[in-house]
């Protein structure tokens, strides 16, 4: 387990949670010798997987617009 100070906490706070997200955990040592341990939660609230959004599409919009409909709302977009 590596171990950070406080000021690199402060610097790189990137740095360090990337080196928690590879390690499981890290140490922070402040200058008086104490030191805590920060864990990666590994819970259901992180994302693991992107939604198929394609699929949520088709079923909220099962029939595509009619083609007579598609061009009066191009004329409409277009302002004639």
Not at 71 to 77: G, H, Q, S, T, Y
């Given at each position: ?69 598609s ?7 277009a302002?004639?």
């Open positions: 387990m590596k171990t950070f100070t406080v000021r690199d906490l402060d610097r790189e706070p990137g740095t360090v949670l990337d080196e928690c997200d590879r390690e499981g955990a890290v140490k922070i040592r402040r200058r008086d010798g104490r030191t805590y341990t920060v864990r990666a939660d590994a819970g259901p609230d992180r994302i693991t997987a992107i939604p198929d959004f394609r699929a949520r599409l088709a079923k909220l919009f099962p029939k595509a617009i009619p083609v007579a409909q061009r009066l709302v191009d004329k409409l977009i302002g004639e």
